[in-house]
């Protein structure tokens, strides 16, 4: 995933907790930002953790990694729906008829605070990254930059 994607595919909650964009839509209230670094500011490094002259943002992470460390839960494979004990069920065929395509999907933690889904049709040349999302109550801790973990792996 680029910078450029990530801007695009990462997500959070507004007040309402309707999702929306997280680097173009999320209010700064939900950074509790007041003062350094500033919401402006957080939302650059989280896109891109080697922002600004020197990568002061890094932390302890590796310089154009992406990704914070893997989380401490186990990836897990959702397929497309198909449960043969629900074929009966009319509603259920409508749904699984519009979803029966879509394309397995990993989801995993990082350790950077968000949920991320990657094309598990293509996990043997790395699977691409499709989006990411945080709970707002987890932005604010975004500002604790210096002790996010060390990434070795991902770009």
Not at 1 to 25: A, C, H, P, W
Not at 50 to 61: E, I
């Amino acid at each position: 995933m680029t910078v450029s994607k990530r801007q695009q595919r990462l997500y959070s909650t507004d007040t309402e907790g309707n999702i929306i964009n997280f680097y173009s839509d999320l209010d700064d209230d939900a950074f509790n930002a007041d003062a350094n670094p500033s919401a402006a500011t957080i939302r650059e490094y989280t896109m891109d953790p080697s922002y600004g002259d020197d990568s002061p943002y890094l932390g302890n992470r590796k310089k154009d990694s992406l990704l914070g460390l893997m989380g401490d839960t186990s990836p897990v494979l959702v397929k497309a729906p198909g449960d043969a004990a629900l074929f009966h069920d009319e509603e259920y065929r409508k749904y699984m008829s519009k979803h029966i395509k879509r394309a397995p999907a990993l989801l995993f933690t990082s350790q950077d605070g968000f949920l991320y889904t990657a094309d598990a049709t293509r996990c043997d040349s790395g699977g691409e990254l499709k989006w990411g999302w945080m709970p707002r109550q987890f932005v604010d801790d975004l500002k604790g930059y210096t002790s996010f973990p060390r990434n070795e792996h991902f770009k």
